[in-house]
């Protein structure tokens, strides 16, 4: 029976319509669904039949937000903003209005909540127009409007974005911070700031622009509205006034304005004296008044501002202001006297912040000590002088302004500063006696090991006191820095005094001091130590022997160290690249009979085989130059490294690393592959002539002679000579032979150049110089072929070596195998007479025939009678004794060619023994 289907129809309601193509009922599509009660306060704000309900709109509002405690829907901002607009419109004509507008706006200061997590990108411009159109409102004249607006920007920049348990999320807190830098409010709140005049309106946006001006964008939108001299300008009137919080939100707004802001744009902002000349009364102001912590704090606050300012704006108008003055008698206050009306009731006492006060004006001032004229008011003031005061040996009674700790962490920043200074000011220098100071100093900070139980420890404070807990290495790393300055400058004068006050003998003491250690701070002072000895010791001949065999024995010490130090970061490379330069400027020529006798040379040569590539350059120029002395060249050439490894194989290994690393065409055996390019790598290949030929630089033909080792190599072979070289591999004979050409490849490379310079310029040859050119290219192709030919010819013979060699293996093999086999095959009749006798016959009787044929009748003897030699029913064939061991085999056919029968004894069971007869 066929079932028939009912057809079902829906129920009739008012969300469902009937679709007359399907012919079927469908839902009916709903409009967006809006928030009734935000569309009910509207209109009831804005229906004018309930314009003059007061309570009910405020009411209203308040139901908002208690509704709306967590935030306002990103959806809702355009609804959220009538509601604005109309109770802005109901406040101009009723200040009843007031609260409510503020309740709206500090509820916007909330995070913004969203439906779905998309709607970060749906409303996110949405979002940036509400905060345009808000922030505007601060141009109202209502004091708790414009404080209200200034708390929901601050809220929704700073403020983290809550997490709740249930609901909806609010929206991420980058998508805030990204809306209210897009829409640029900053420029508004700017803009107010100007003609502001409510002081506690304007400290409320000073707030907020101390918050924003933490972002780049922002500072930068400042720094166009001109707002930096309006809040220069009432810096300087709270001074008067005794605003502390308005002064601390300036001098920190000004902060973030120079740390974060576009450096261009701060320096065109700040190279304006007006500002300049507010930091510097507000600073006069504190110098001259300030008493209570929190002046003393606001007043280093200015000077860390003006930190900044010197190090983003070196060119700042401190000089034509006066701010070099003040901070010079600033910093000098404990030590030079003065006069200056300025420093009228103002010292230094024992407390922080006057400390970090003075150490801020040290540091500000050598950052400027580049400057002639300001480093001239330095000096005039007494900088110079006060940091001198520093310079002397720190005993345990240190100093009546400053505690003991605080005295160590000046004299250290006062030895740095002169590091500086110092050598851009040589005659006061040596007016102050600076020399004698020093030389002091080092020699007492070296009695910290001579004397271990004496009466001072560093406290180790500070970033200058780094190393220096309960010892006197920070105060010698630094006076060692500072030698190393003033010796670095060249100036003679300077440097005779130094060594006529013993400084290389004092150097020498450090040296002995530390050889063995493995501190950094330690490895840092013999370096410089080090690099000092050797600017002194370089053009004199009598510093050197001063130098001696005490230098020369510390000097090779340091290079035997360990080669797995170098890369460990302690700074053993920068202590073994000063050792190497010393070689050059304390060894040569005056110290060099000391050093070979110390075996200096194989000390060098086991560091050019282990040091790292970056460092084998300078250790083949320190070895190239010993090697200037005869007497050095049978050290090279008797020295043995690892492997039994001989100096010329390291040579022409390094020589082969060089030209991989500069990309020279060779192939698997480093024979010559372009004989028209010898020595070109792939930078030289690719250079341009027309380049080369337009500059003032020498070409790179020229250039790749200091930049790489193989001229240096090639001078080392030369002075060996290339005709009493040791016997090498064929793969070093064959980079040998470029070695020894290399001179002549190189002068080819030059003289291509000019030819290709020549063409460039246009310019002819006369006749004989084009022959002259065309024989040196016949001339310079010839001997590259010449080289390749002598490759090939050297690869050739090696591999006739090799294929000789290897038939001879095979020849020994094949004679061992012969052997083999007869030994095999003797063994073998022998066990088979043993076994048969018919076989036993037979070799008797042959034996026998091999007997008579051996005779010879002895010439003129006739009819003698000849007895037989033989005994008769003897059953051996062999030569033998009384007795023979025969060995049994279960398969003596087979036996091995490496195996050899153990002899067969007569007391083993599975032996016999064979009686002769």
Request: one cysteine or more; aromatic letters at 6%; hydrophobic letters at 40%.
């Amino acid at each position: 029976m066929e079932t028939i289907e009912v057809q079902k129809f829906p129920l009739m309601g008012s969300n469902m319509q009937y679709d007359t193509s399907t012919r079927s009922f469908i839902e009916r599509q709903q409009p967006p669904k809006l928030d009734t009660t935000l569309e009910k306060v509207l209109h009831l704000l804005t229906d004018p039949h309930s314009a003059k309900v007061k309570e009910r709109h405020t009411k209203a509002v308040k139901k908002i937000c208690d509704k709306y405690q967590n935030g306002f829907y990103l959806k809702d901002l355009g609804l959220v903003y009538k509601v604005v607009e109309a109770l802005v419109d109901h406040m101009e004509r009723d200040d009843h209005y007031t609260s409510s507008l503020v309740q709206i706006i500090m509820l916007s200061g909330k995070s913004f909540l969203k439906e779905k997590a998309s709607d970060d990108a749906v409303y996110g411009k949405d979002l940036t127009e509400f905060l345009v159109k808000l922030v505007k409102l601060i141009e109202l004249p209502k004091p708790m409007v414009q404080i209200a607006v200034t708390h929901c920007i601050g809220s929704l920049y700073c403020t983290p974005v809550p997490i709740y348990n249930d609901g909806p999320q609010a929206c991420r807190h980058e998508l805030n911070i990204k809306a209210i830098e897009d829409s640029n409010v900053v420029k508004i709140f700017a803009t107010e700031l100007k003609k502001m005049e409510d002081d506690t309106v304007y400290q409320e946006i000073l707030h907020l622009l101390l918050f924003l001006s933490l972002s780049s964008s922002n500072c930068d939108c400042l720094l166009d509205m001109d707002i930096i001299d309006v809040i220069a300008r009432n810096m300087v009137a709270a001074c008067g006034s005794s605003n502390s919080k308005l002064l601390q939100l300036s001098v920190e707004v000004l902060w973030n304005v120079i740390e974060y802001g576009n450096p261009l744009k701060v320096q065109d902002r700040f190279e304006t004296t007006a500002v300049v000349r507010s930091l510097y009364s507000t600073f006069c102001h504190f110098i001259q008044k300030a008493k209570t912590k929190q002046d003393l704090q606001l007043r280093n606050d200015v000077m860390s501002v003006t930190q900044v300012l010197v190090t983003r704006c070196p060119n700042a108008p401190l000089l034509e202001c006066g701010f070099i003055k003040i901070l010079t008698l600033v910093a000098t206050n404990s030590e030079v006297k003065t006069k200056d009306e300025l420093m009228n009731g103002f010292s230094m006492k024992p407390q922080n912040d006057d400390f970090e006060l003075k150490k801020a004006a040290w540091t500000t001032l050598i950052g400027l000590a580049e400057n002639d004229a300001m480093r001239q008011v330095m000096i005039d003031v007494g900088l110079l002088t006060a940091l001198f005061d520093y310079v002397k040996p720190n005993d345990s009674v240190c100093s009546v302004e400053w505690t003991s700790a605080q005295y160590e962490e000046l004299q250290l920043q006062a030895l740095s500063s002169l590091e500086t200074l110092s050598p851009l000011c040589l005659e006061e220098y040596m007016r102050e006696h600076g020399n004698t100071r020093l030389i002091m100093l080092l020699e007492w900070a070296c009695l910290d090991f001579c004397y271990p139980e004496g009466d001072y420890g560093g406290h180790g404070n500070s970033f200058f006191g780094e190393g220096g807990y309960q010892t006197r290495r920070a105060q010698l790393r630094y006076t060692v820095r500072v030698l190393l300055a003033v010796v670095r400058t060249g100036n003679e004068n300077v440097v005779q005094d130094l060594c006529d006050q013993g400084l290389i003998s004092s150097l020498l003491v450090v040296l002995k001091k530390y050889k063995d250690t493995e501190v950094p701070i330690e490895l840092s002072i013999l370096s410089n130590t080090l690099l000092i000895l050797s600017l002194v010791c370089d053009t004199d001949s009598h510093r050197k022997a001063t130098f001696g065999d005490e230098g020369v024995d510390l000097l090779l010490q340091f290079l035997s160290l360990d080669s797995g130090k170098f890369s460990s970061g302690l700074g053993y490379h920068k202590l073994l690249l000063s050792a190497v330069n010393a070689i050059w400027c304390c060894v040569s020529f005056m110290n060099q009979d000391l050093f070979l006798e110390r075996g200096g040379i194989p000390i060098l040569l086991d560091l050019l085989e282990k040091c790292p590539p970056s460092m084998q350059n300078l250790v083949l120029g320190a070895l190239l130059d010993l090697t200037e002395d005869a007497r050095a060249v049978p050290h090279v050439v008797t020295w043995r490294g690892t492997g039994q490894k001989t100096a010329v194989s390291l040579l022409i290994e390094l020589w082969r690393a060089e030209e991989q690393a500069m990309g020279v065409k060779r192939d698997r055996n480093h024979v010559m592959t372009d004989p028209a390019t010898p020595l070109q790598g792939v930078e030289q290949l690719m250079s341009d002539v027309s380049a080369q030929a337009l500059s003032s630089t020498p070409t790179l033909a020229i250039l790749d002679v200091a930049d790489n080792m193989r001229a240096k190599i090639y001078a080392m072979l030369f002075r060996i000579g290339f005709e009493n070289l040791p016997p090498v591999c064929a793969k070093d004979q064959i980079t040998l032979t470029l070695i020894e050409n290399y001179l002549d490849f190189k002068v080819g490379e030059v003289w291509e150049e000019i030819i290709a310079e020549l063409m460039l310029d246009n310019i002819t040859p006369i006749k004989s110089d084009r022959e002259a050119l065309k024989e040196i290219q016949t001339i310079i192709a010839a001997k590259s072929e010449a080289v390749k030919r002598h490759q090939m010819e050297i690869l050739e013979r090696e591999s006739r070596v090799e294929l000789e060699e290897e038939q001879a293996c095979y020849e020994q093999i094949k004679f061992n195998f012969k052997q083999w086999e007869q030994q095999n095959a003797s063994r073998i009749n022998f066990i088979n007479k043993t076994s048969d006798y018919e076989t036993l016959q037979m070799s008797k009787q042959r034996q026998s025939a091999l007997a008579e044929k051996s005779k010879q009748e002895p010439p003129g003897i006739r009819d003698t009678v000849e007895h037989s030699t033989l005994l008769k029913m003897l059953t051996t064939t062999v030569h033998s004794g009384r007795h023979i061991n025969v060995p049994l085999s279960d398969n003596p056919s087979i036996v091995s060619p490496h195996k050899v029968l153990p002899a067969i004894s007569p007391t083993r069971s599975n032996e016999r023994s064979v009686i002769t007869q």
